[in-house]
Structures are given as C-alpha cells and as structure tokens.
C-alpha cells in the first residue's frame, strides 16, 4: 500500500479526523461519482465501530488494568482486616456499534483512493474529507487559507482550508493590541463572537492561522483584516 501522510498517526488526534471525514463523506458522494451512498455509509459504520474503539474500549480497559495493579499492590503489601473483592471490569457504555471485519484503516485508505480518483474528485473535496497529504503538496509548505471573512450580527465568520491537517491555531489582535492565542478549531468556520471593547464602537480586528496536528506546525497565514460593529 502507498505511504499515506493525511491520517494522524497519534490515536487521540484520528477522532476528529474520523468526525470530520464522516461528517463530510456523504455531502461529497454526489458530486465524486462511482461511489454509492451505500458504500460511503458502510465505511462511516466501520469507522463508528473504530472510534468506539479509541475513544472508549481501550480507555475503559486501561482504567480496568491500572485497578488490577493496584489491587494486586495492595494484596501484597498493604494492611487492614477487612477482606477485599477482586474488582469487576468496567461495563461498557452501550449503545456498542456492530462489529465489523478486521482491517478498516486498510479498508479506509482502499476507499480514499479510489475517491481520489473519481470522476468528480477536486482537491476542494480533499481538503474538506481531510484527505491530502504531504504527497500531495502543498501542506508541508502551503499555510492554511482563510476565505472572505464575514461579520454576521456582530460575529466574524472565519471559513479556512486545512489541508489535510486536523485543525488550525486562531491567533488575533485589535488596533493596538499585540497578537494573542484565540482558538484551536478542527472544523471550518470558526465564529468570534468576542464584545466590542467599547459598546458601540466600531473596531478593528486582524487574523492569522497555522496548521495544528496536537502542536501548532507551519507558517502563519496571511493576515485577514476585518472591521466589526460599522
């Protein structure tokens, strides 16, 4: 299989890859053609079935056996006359996906391919499933993209291109102000719903973004310069 760049290798950073992808695969099918709704929805339950997996199976069960190490500790060297039960496993929160085949990241990055290669394939689709990697171009080198801010009753719209990233650092700074963190966001747009400093006085704002994989990676954006309150 060829090396893939755009599915984090870090298992607490592939949950919002999978929300993301999964939430933006069926709104993507109708315009990739050559792959059914069917199929996509098939993928999406196999990558349910995964992110149970690391968001609550395999926690539960590190919980489970950091309380068996500490039972067995104290059975063997604490004190006290009371006898101790063994602890039960922790019950699983249901509802639990249906299990499904062994093999669904092969699974997955099989059916990336082939959207990759789909008739309607733009590398627009790309960016919003997530799916460009460093072979691909472009993220390694190219800062995330902010388009067209907005003010929408008093709130500033930020839509961006990620790039195959899982998000993006949000710093932003008033007239006289230096540049200060304001969000880590994983999902375009992001809404400042920040106060006028001043009720009723207009004010300007200016952005910049950098890719965000866990840590804040790459060269910041160019700036977006927007007036708020007019």
Known sequence: ????????????????????????????????????????????????????????????????SQAATTYREVMAYGSGDTPLLIPEPTALPTPIPAPVEPGILTRLFDFVQRIKTAPGYTPNIGEELGIIGAQDGGPATTPPEIIDPQVQAGVVILKFRKRGHLGVTIESRREGEAWAFLAIDTSSPYDDARPLKVPGMPEWREYRMRYWDGEPVGEWSDLAHITVGN
């Open 1 to 64: 299989m060829a090396v893939q760049r755009y599915f984090p290798e870090r298992q607490a950073n592939q949950i919002p890859w999978i929300n993301n992808f999964n939430e933006n695969l069926p709104l993507n099918i109708p315009t990739l053609g050559g792959i059914t709704p069917a199929e996509g929805d098939a993928l999406i339950a196999e990558l349910v079935f995964y992110r149970y997996l690391l968001e609550t199976f395999i926690p539960l069960r590190r919980s489970d």
